[in-house]
């Protein structure tokens, strides 16, 4: 069966690109209008929307990074995840019901519309769509980076595709993501996700047993090896520490309400009522594919640590080698498929809420409505945004490693800075003003490119996203209380009586 | 204007914290180092010692997120008309998430302190307070979410009554205007 093992994890990958392909010829016969490829008819049912939700939420990083960072650290990225449970419920409660019902009164396609007309300013709309366009750039690049590299090393194990370069795996996956993106748009990228989500909780699940297995006394086993180490690397706050941790818990448990590829599918539910049952959907969706992130980490630190496995080159190689040393070539292929879906969902999004920025956002902000065609233009721009981003993300990786992690800064700290107040806080308080969104909207695009860019190191660990964050709140109801109280339309009024 | 000022003071509160913090000096290599074998890895620095003179800022950084979290769940569930009733169950859920936090931090004291760890589920106690109270915890919160969204974050009142609102703004002069218009 070992002999096996590579064309099985192929024809898994294969089998999974497929039916992306199939997905997106299906979705294609469903939009007939931006409107159908941004907000997917505001049509969706509660399992699918709840699976978008959670695999978006989950990319690439929970499949690879996630676990390299626990056999690095022991329990500190931990507390990425056990935010998880207050994350999506504070998300839900703050904007799942007016992210609908805006939607649902001014019609609104996009974060930056509903951003508009709650401030009834254009000014907002533009920084919106021009802070998600950054972010876009920096988090797909980034996407298409691992993608390309994951399917590289997956291939230099063949006979036959050794030699494939990464600029091939990067046209091979980008490919894909950009056929069903471009054919159905959002539709084909909730609908995919149904399929990656799916994928990612089965390739969770058998992990956590196969890792169980994998060391004498599972879990516990585990912990006596660790502990007997370095007892910090398995208490709450493992080799990081205390406040980075807690800096961890806030920026990814309330930034989760700031991440636009996430709460921007709040509006395509059927109806508002249907957020009681895609919140369920989405926390036990996380956590079961959570467990891979937890399991892997764990037991590959306690195997280096007794001499059963050697040391990993680098933290990140945790999950592949987990994978080709532990695991069955069926769950093997298995999960290798969940990793490109978990890119994959992330990915889709980010393309969606890209182009809507270029073509409808950015329009709208500068000459006061979008572009005519905007069907045609929204497939037009997810094919340039995939196109730059790729470039971007290869000429990062051959002539300046920093760029893509310069961009990936503005990532979800940047996106937690700049949009928490704007629209969790925002949406849900009159008193703000549009003045003070702008404000918060630039203060985390300053602020979290200048920690990156200086290379900051905040003493403690504490992220920067974190100050960036904390910052922008304060800075938001601080302008808001100094500048005049803002008269709101009578109808975006009635929805945030509500 | 309550919620929304209690939520401006927690956030205020939680940079005050970080900038105290930031005044106490950190112990080398506090937040991690290189392990001295596995160079992918790293250990803990100094050990617990290096939590001794910041562990009660470090609760109360804690304490003030979980207020916060708390707080803003209020503040996204409040209508015109309040709460509805929904503050007091936010209120016990609150508490019961600012126990178990307080437990995690005392149990890991008394680990700092050098007494054998009690092990639950096979982890040290605190690290079992993270991993099965403060992460399920907030699941309580959707609960309240779950069962009692007719009730609590849109009521059928609510939506009925925005329905009339709208209504009303499409029959004024204006509104008729504007929909010819476009």
């Known amino acids: ?498 | 204007m309550k919620l929304a000022g209690l939520v401006f003071a927690i956030v205020v509160a939680i940079a005050a914290v970080v900038l105290i913090l930031l005044g106490v000096p950190e112990v080398p290599q506090g937040h991690g180092t290189t392990h001295l074998e596995f160079a992918s890895m790293e250990r803990g620095g100094p050990g617990s010692l290096r939590h001794v003179d910041v562990i009660w800022i470090g609760w109360l950084l804690g304490a003030l997120e979980i207020g916060l979290f708390v707080v803003l769940l209020a503040f996204g569930a409040r209508s015109r008309r309040g709460l509805r009733g929904l503050g007091w169950p936010l209120a016990v859920g609150g508490l019961a998430y600012l126990a178990v936090w307080t437990a995690l931090v005392l149990a890991y004291r008394a680990e700092m302190s050098g007494a054998a760890p009690e092990f639950f589920l096979g982890f040290p106690a605190a690290t079992a307070w993270m991993l099965f109270g403060l992460w399920p915890l907030p699941l309580l919160f959707a609960v309240y979410y779950v069962f009692g969204f007719d009730r609590w974050v849109a009521t059928p009142e609510d939506l009925a009554e925005l329905e009339r609102r709208l209504a009303r703004r499409r029959e004024t002069p204006e509104a008729r205007t504007e929909e010819r218009g476009s």
């Open chain 1, 1 to 498: 069966m070992e002999e096996l093992r590579n064309p099985t994890i192929l024809a898994a990958l294969a089998l999974y690109m497929g039916t992306c392909i199939v997905v997106g010829l299906w979705a294609l016969r469903r939009t007939h209008s931006a409107r159908d490829f941004f907000m997917a008819g505001r049509d969706l049912g509660v399992i699918v929307a709840g699976m978008a939700v959670f695999s978006s939420t989950l990319s690439g990083f929970g499949f690879v990074g996630g676990p390299g960072l626990v056999y690095a650290m022991g329990m500190s990225s931990i507390w990425m995840v056990i935010c998880s449970s207050i994350g999506f419920t504070l998300s839900f409660f703050l904007l799942a019901k007016r992210l609908r019902l805006f939607a649902e009164v001014r019609d609104t396609i996009s974060l930056p519309d509903a951003v508009a007309a709650r401030y009834g300013s254009e000014t907002s709309r533009l920084l919106t769509a021009l802070a998600i366009l950054l972010g876009v750039m920096g988090y797909l690049a980034t996407q298409i980076l691992a993608m390309a590299t994951v399917l590289q090393s997956i291939l230099e194990r063949t006979a036959w595709f050794g030699e494939t370069s990464l600029i091939t795996c990067v046209v091979i996956s980008s490919a894909v993501l950009v056929f069903y993106c471009v054919t159905g748009g959002i539709i084909a990228s909730v609908y995919t996700d149904l399929v990656q989500g799916s994928v990612m909780v089965v390739a969770a699940l058998l992990v956590f047993v196969t890792a169980l297995f994998a060391i004498d006394g599972g879990a516990a086993g585990a912990v006596q090896v660790i502990r007997a180490d370095d007892p910090e690397a398995i208490s709450p706050w493992g080799t990081l520490g205390m406040f980075g941790c807690l800096s961890w818990y806030l920026l990814f448990g309330l930034g989760g309400a700031g991440q636009p590829h996430i709460v921007t599918k709040f509006m395509m539910s059927k109806s508002v009522g249907d957020a009681r049952h895609i919140l369920p959907i989405s926390i036990l969706g996380y956590t079961v594919s959570a467990l891979l992130w937890i399991s892997i980490g764990l037991v590959m630190r306690a195997l280096v640590l007794q001499g059963m496995h050697p040391e990993l080159t680098t933290a990140d190689a945790a999950a592949p080698d987990f994978l080709q040393a532990y695991a069955h070539p069926v769950l093997a292929g298995v999960v290798f498929a969940g990793l490109f879906a978990a890119i994959m969902s992330t990915a889709d999004g980010f393309l969606n809420i890209g182009a809507a920025a270029v073509v409808h956002d950015i329009p709208r902000a500068l000459r006061g409505r979008s572009l005519e065609r905007e069907l045609f233009w929204a497939r037009a721009a997810t094919i340039v945004i995939a196109i730059a981003a790729a470039v971007f993300a290869l000429y990062s990786h051959y002539q300046n490693e920093r760029l893509v992690a310069l961009l990936g800064a503005f990532g979800w700290g940047t996106f937690a800075a700049a949009l928490v107040p704007t629209v969790a806080i925002g949406f849900n308080w009159k008193r703000a003003t549009a003045t003070a969104a702008n404000v918060a909207i630039a203060t985390s695009l300053v602020v979290n490119f200048g920690l990156e860019l200086f290379d900051v190191a905040i003493p403690y660990g504490i992220h920067g996203g974190t100050i960036s964050l904390v910052l922008s709140i304060v800075l938001f109801f601080g302008v808001s209380l100094l500048t005049p109280q803002p008269r709101l339309d009578p109808d975006i009024e009635a929805v945030m009586d509500i």
